[in-house]
């Protein structure tokens, strides 16, 4: 059986020549088996780095504290003999960048195949064919020449859309998705909509979507978790967050949407520098005066989704 995967006190942070910048900051939060969870907020509140500290895959200038839980394994002090076992077969990952992600000296072939061979006992031949027929999922008409192709010959379009489905070749219990419609035009977001919910009903797949897209989140996910400079600020049931959002910052998000009048979110007002409350207060057109004292703890609001907000206080 498939098991939560669960965060507890999370900090990510870099050193620089001015000190130590923060990603993520005392974050906790517990996914849960069997559903999509997603994430949202800016670039840059630590949506990525979140994500990619669950499998340890963090350039080596960050500094990771806290601990992460896969059923009863703590990922962040298991060898890393069993964690390479656990990535790829136990939680699959779908990468932002595919240009990075994908080997340009090896064909997509070789590099599928590989995938399957590291964590099961099928021949390279059966390895090939489940990539072919994973790949017209994902509509790739001759998929046959696909595979036999180098990733610079394709557009960045298929390149996502084979990152994906490596990241899903081997029918992980858990998939991390970081952006996978990122660059696809509409057509083809909503091939991989289509595909990573088949793939979660067809295989009970669990999956964090870490995403910009609101509407994508919407519609794919069970519940959804808002960050903004590190931290979650809003978090609950999918339809409810984005329909009806409690947090000022979440009403930003979604009312920048074209479909919502696009309405941006302001800049910071640079009089609001230096204080120690929210980290939105700069920014916050419903702030008071404590909101700049006193960061806000997080509330349970009765429809069950936890807001951290001195609103709702």
Known sequence: MTQDIQIEDLNVYFETASGPVYAVKNLSTTFHAGKISGVIGESG???????????RLLPNTARVTGKCFFGDQELYTLPLRQLRKLRGK???LIPQNPNASLDPVMKVKRQFVEAVTAHTSLSRRNAAQDAGALLEQFGFTDAGAILDRYSFQMSGGMNQRLVSALGLINQPGWVIADEPTKGLDAPLRNQVYRVLRQ???KNHSSMI???HDLLLARQLCDDIRVMYQGQIVEQGDARAVIDAPKHPYTAGLVG?????GMHPIPLPDPKCEGHS???F???????????AEHPPGEVTLPDG?????RLYG
């Not at 509140?45 to 499998?55: A, D, N, P, R, T």
């Not at 920048?256 to 919502?260: A, I």
């Not at 207060?281 to 909101?291: F, H, V």
């Open 45 to 55: 509140s630590g949506k990525s780095v979140m994500g990619m500290s669950i499998l």
């Open 256 to 260: 920048s949407l074209p479909s919502r």
């Open 281 to 291: 207060y700069p920014r916050c057109e419903k702030a008071t005066a404590g909101c």
């Open 209 to 211: 979507l870490i995403t």
């Open 305 to 309: 989704r936890k807001v951290r907000c």
């Open 90 to 92: 136990q939680i699959g």
């Open 199 to 201: 793939i979660y009903r």
């Open 277 to 279: 409350g929210c980290p």
